[in-house]
């Protein structure tokens, strides 16, 4: 088990559009339990191989309160169940500090594989399903500032460069 370097937002890296998983074997499930230790050592709710530079399509997520619900989905995609739209406060473990409102699709259908390459499908809503649409977001090279102004986006970008050169001359 190791714990893996997040990307920063605005690293170019994060633009990224990560390839499908063809064979779901020992490197995969390394790279599972890494991304799981990651995730929970932020703390965080959802990470996705994009944010720690290894571009892959697969992405974890666990939305309990008590890191009880871990869901390791492979090759993952959703498609929404009807048109009814929620809006969440979204943050991300490569933007951190920074918190905003992203409206997106409530109740979606999701199909993945797990582990064992098994197929999974199942349906999502709250939590759970903005969670899996922002971290499938980020396998597309998307990050949820994306969809804020341009003004904040730009605010943002200011706030996270100025941070990144406090940290480098520590
Ligand atoms: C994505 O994000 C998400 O700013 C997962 O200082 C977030 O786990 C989906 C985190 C909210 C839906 C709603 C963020 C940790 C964790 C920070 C995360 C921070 C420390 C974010
Ligand atoms: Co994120």
Known sequence: MARL?????PDPRLRTVAKPIARIDARIQQLAAD???????A????LAATQVNVHERIIVVDVSEDQSDLRVLINPSFEPLDVQTKTYQEGCLSVPGVYDEV?????ILVRAQGLQSESLVFEADG???V???HEIDHLDGKVFV??????KQGRIQTK?????????TL
């Open 5 to 9: 370097e997040i990307l920063h937002y």
């Open 160 to 168: 996270m460069v100025k941070e990144a050169r406090q940290r480098a």
């Open 43 to 46: 703390p965080g709710i959802g």
């Open 131 to 133: 969670c899996i649409q």
């Open 127 to 129: 939590l759970l399903s």
């Open 103 to 107: 409206e997106r699709p409530d109740r």
């Open 35 to 41: 991304m799981a230790e990651t995730m929970y050592a």
């Open 146 to 151: 994306d969809y804020l102004s341009r003004l």
